[in-house]
């Protein structure tokens, strides 16, 4: 399958994180990928969103516990250390972005979940 492909076969994202920036950065990327994006500002926020619709790709700063089994999670965050990227992965996160992150990371990870 080729990338254009795999990137249309995902339809939707969330992104929870608290930087207006990082939403903004993302969901540009998403959007120009053919995404359908939604993008909250807080855990709860974003806790709420899932329990409304169920995204395809959630994109996450802070971990939570993956509870829905069809998404997948790729984490995106500054913290960066061995210890964070096997935590996220132990814990159910799909991906491991370390911030600051190129446009080629996000496709990347969007081909390899």
Sequence with gaps: MTQQKILNSIRSALIIDDENDICFLLSNILKKND?????????????????????????????????????????????????????????GANFFIAKPFTVDQIKNALQNI
């Design 35 to 91: 995404l359908k994006v939604s993008c909250v500002n807080s855990l709860a926020e974003g806790i709420a969103s899932l329990k409304l619709h169920e995204p395809c790709v959630l994109f996450l700063d802070n971990y939570v516990k993956n509870e829905h089994a069809g998404t997948k999670i790729i984490m995106v965050t500054a913290h960066d250390t061995p210890d964070d990227r096997k935590n996220a992965l132990q814990r």
